[in-house]
């Protein structure tokens, strides 16, 4: 993981500028670079991944162009052999080949290429045009905004660099690039190809082959990686991969949960030990919970109810992982529930109705899911990785027909276990298992703790006028008000970054009294918790 800052601006205050970017540092310890080209500034944080060496610093550059890029690059090799012809390779950095593909291709066939999670802003020096591109799911991060002196375009990856120089932030759209006057969709994977006609068993076979290419592809890295297990089916299913196609490399996992009734830890372990993982456990009680959570929701750069609570046990995790090992990269189970359902998902009236919200999932995960696991990783100097994400993947499994993907089996995200099913991936009591929420699996006591703390600082009088101080996205409980009064003592009048709390659907019948994100407010719940 690393972070970078971009201006682009004849003249601007190097120090203020590099001020700006040691504000995100520790999403690249590793190294720093600062490069003024003219009318253009780069400021780079290394976390060395790919090509440990100095080689694989950036930023790039190649025939008067210059690049940062926060990100993997997955088909890389593929990608060096198309343009060999033009570019002599200097690093082993997966990022390099981006300056021969835009030059030999020009940005749009260039995004349309990649395969992986990447923010990258480069500067053409020949038309003295910036331009930028996320990649379609929007796992890495990247935010853009106006200069207060100049109204210049500047590029980050995170809010916080862009606050002291820049009055209008906005979060860069996923699956788009910006081609130095305007912003062009290249790639929404939620709308994908025509539906897919198959079988049960076509589409479960198809399911596992995407995944496990997902995964296979994603273990390469220079630095030593590791994997997030909570014990639910979606980070089991990661782990159980990646042992299965490397069993005798070690593996080593990571699991936490609260003092009191930790759902999810005696289920990652009973997966560590099937899969005879080294695997470590931390515990975090009430005040480690209400001591970060400050620096959960400034890390996070959002007051999203749902987030916060998933957050903060992952935050904390990985702030261990950091102190107590050498790793780097982690893999991570997210972005399974946008595709093959939630808890709340059950109570889609058609299929039509379960792909709408399936497609409003993804295209909006950026703000929520994806957000936090990329902060809560990379603010503690470690890269998240997501399978779930892989860009096939993601295609197959939303031109499958959603009546194939509805709970018509008594049994949540039933593809996706059927797909592993049998095959020694895991235990039947694991992979048949209904997941609890995380926020709610590192122990129930830790939503409980974030909502007394709320009652002991704020009235019902409180809540009833938020309104007047907050007229988007009106905090509804004591929980939210606290939330929204941190992230405003952070980023003032920025709540527009992210378009609302993470609900389910109240448009539905069965849902429209849902007053908390909360899996364990569905009358479906059932032994998700136990």
């Excluded at 359902?341 to 919200?357: H, L, R, V």
């Excluded at 996706?416 to 995380?438: C, H, N, S, V």
């Excluded at 527009?496 to 479906?524: H, Y």
Aim: with cysteine; hydrophobic share 40%; charged share 25%.
């Amino acid at each position: 993981m690393c972070g970078f800052l971009t201006v682009s601006a004849d003249k601007y205050d190097m120090s203020k500028f590099e001020k700006c970017l040691a504000l995100d540092a520790r999403r690249g310890p590793d190294m720093t670079w600062v490069k003024d080209a003219g009318s253009v500034k780069f400021g780079f944080n290394r976390l060395s991944i790919m090509d440990l060496s100095p080689d694989g610093m950036q930023p790039f550059e190649d025939h008067g162009v210059t690049l940062v890029c926060n990100g993997e690059i997955y088909n890389y090799q593929a990608l060096e052999a198309k343009v060999k012809d033009i570019h002599e390779f200097q690093s082993g950095s997966d990022c390099e080949v981006l300056l021969p593909l835009y030059r030999k291709y020009g940005l749009d066939i260039m995004s349309k290429l990649l395969d992986g999670e990447f923010a990258l802003v480069m500067h053409d020096q020949t038309t003295d045009k910036v331009m930028a591109v996320r990649d379609p799911m929007g796992i890495r991060p990247m935010f853009y905004g106006y200069t207060k002196e100049d109204h210049a375009i500047a590029f980050a990856s995170t809010a916080k660099s862009l606050m002291p120089m820049c009055d209008e932030i906005f979060p860069f759209p996923p699956g788009h690039y910006y081609d130095g006057e305007k912003f062009v969709s290249y790639n929404d994977l939620s709308l994908s190809q025509a539906m897919v006609p198959a079988t049960i068993e076509e589409a479960t076979k198809g399911i596992h082959d995407r995944l496990v290419a997902a995964v296979e592809k994603r273990i390469h890295a220079d630095a030593p990686l590791g994997y997030l297990l909570s014990g639910g089916l979606d980070s089991s299913l990661v782990c159980a991969i990646a042992k299965k196609n490397h069993p005798d490399v070690p593996m080593k996992t990571f699991a936490i949960g609260m003092d009191r009734n930790p759902i999810d830890l005696k289920y990652a372990r009973e997966v560590a030990d099937y899969l005879g993982t080294d695997h470590t456990e931390f515990i975090m009680t009430r005040d480690d919970v209400l001591g970060a959570l400050r620096e959960v929701i400034y890390a996070l750069e959002t007051w999203d109810i749902t987030t916060i609570r998933a957050s903060i046990g992952m935050y904390l995790l990985c702030k261990q992982i950091h102190a107590t090992t050498d790793l780097k990269v982690l893999m991570t189970g997210e972005c399974s529930d946008e595709m093959f359902g939630y808890k709340y998902t059950d109570y889609a009236p058609s299929p039509a109705a379960f792909q709408a919200e399936s497609q409003k999932r993804i295209r909006e995960l950026y703000m929520y899911d994806v957000l936090r696991a990329d902060r809560c990783i990379s603010s503690n100097s470690l890269e998240g990785r997501v399978p779930f994400a892989d860009r096939d993947f993601v295609r197959y499994v939303m031109a499958l027909d959603p009546a194939m993907k509805m709970n018509v089996y008594g049994k949540g995200k039933y593809l996706l276990r059927q797909a592993f099913a049998g095959q020694g991936y895991l235990p039947d009591d694991i992979l048949l298992r209904e997941k609890a929420a995380f926020s709610d699996a590192v122990g129930h006591s830790l939503v409980d703790d974030l909502k007394e703390y709320a009652e002991e600082l704020y009235t019902d009088e409180d809540v009833a006028k938020a309104g007047e101080k907050y007229d988007y996205a009106t905090p509804f409980t004591k929980e939210s008000l606290l939330y929204r009064d941190i992230f405003e003592e952070f980023f003032p009048g920025k709540a527009m970054w992210i378009k609302d709390f993470w609900m389910p659907n109240k448009e539905w019948d069965a849902l429209k009294d849902v007053d908390d994100p909360s899996a364990r407010v569905l009358a479906n719940y059932g032994d998700s918790g136990k």
